[in-house]
DNA sequence: TTATTATACGTCGTAATCCAATGCATAGCA
DNA sequence: TGCTATGCATTGGATTACGACGTATAATAA
């Protein structure tokens, strides 16, 4: 999958999937995977940070959990604000493939200008 | 328009503009708005360096002319390995575009992992 | 025991990209 | 003389993805 297409989508993506429940990071990140048919590959150093980037403006909201396990993470749950930006960016996005759609599958025009 | 969206799109969409004809730089950037209903704006900073890049790749090749008014401008037309690029950056799009379908557009699931 | 894999968190540096700002030059118009 | 449009270009800042690396636990295999 191109590198630079996902560029800006990364966000949008975690919101999508922690609007349908909390999820840790790790769990985010194979869930995406599994929702583009391994077509996306979830990278650490794109994940946390995109994390932390989302906690900072109040998007999601973290909570350190222990499992039976012994093994600690941190469960991301989707804020009132976040419903919104989801929302924001969802439509953001439909009006850009329909622009980009518009532009590369144009009809021909008048050569020169 | 959002920014980080458009990252990695302009080459796309320059090569599908010159894709029907050949046209100067400007023009590129004028018709690009165009096709968008000016929901897109092409800034030089975007315009110029991306020209550069695609013709340094050999997918587009740039002509100096002189118009009737004496203003110098590059005119740039598509080269085969050009089009050949257009329709594998056209199919990657595609599929990128199906993929963000799938993600932030998927059906409920079961909630923690 | 040792090695490997999966889980689970994180940081840092590099590369790629968009664009605001800035610059140069010509042309038409008020 | 100023303003706007055309037409080319560069530079630096900001944002983003990710490879590489680091830490730690647990299950499985040799």
Same mark, same amino acid.
């Given at each position: 999958? +191109?590198?630079?297409?996902?560029?800006?989508?990364?966000?949008?993506?975690?919101? $999508?999937?922690?609007? @349908?429940?909390?999820?840790?990071?790790?769990?985010? $990140?194979?869930?995406?995977?599994?929702?583009?048919?391994? @077509?996306?590959?979830? *990278?650490?150093?794109?994940?946390?940070?995109?994390?932390? $980037?989302? +906690?900072?403006?109040?998007?999601? *909201?973290? @909570?350190?959990?222990?499992?039976?396990?012994?093994?600690?993470?941190?469960?991301?749950?989707?804020?009132?604000?976040?419903?919104? +930006?989801? *929302?924001?960016?969802?439509?953001?996005?439909?009006?850009?493939?329909?622009?980009?759609?518009?532009?590369?599958?144009? +009809?021909?025009?008048?050569? @020169?200008?």
């Amino acid at each position: 999958m +191109e590198r630079e297409l996902l560029k800006g989508n990364t966000p949008t993506m975690i919101l $999508a999937v922690l609007c @349908q429940g909390p999820l840790h990071g790790y769990a985010i $990140a194979r869930e995406i995977e599994r929702r583009s048919d391994n @077509q996306l590959k979830f *990278k650490e150093g794109t994940l946390y940070p995109a994390l932390h $980037a989302l +906690e900072y403006d109040g998007w999601i *909201k973290g @909570q350190w959990e222990t499992t039976s396990q012994g093994r600690k993470r941190k469960v991301y749950t989707i804020t009132q604000a976040g419903h919104a +930006e989801l *929302k924001r960016r969802h439509h953001a996005w439909t009006e850009f493939a329909n622009v980009m759609a518009q532009v590369i599958g144009g +009809e021909p025009h008048g050569q @020169q200008g």
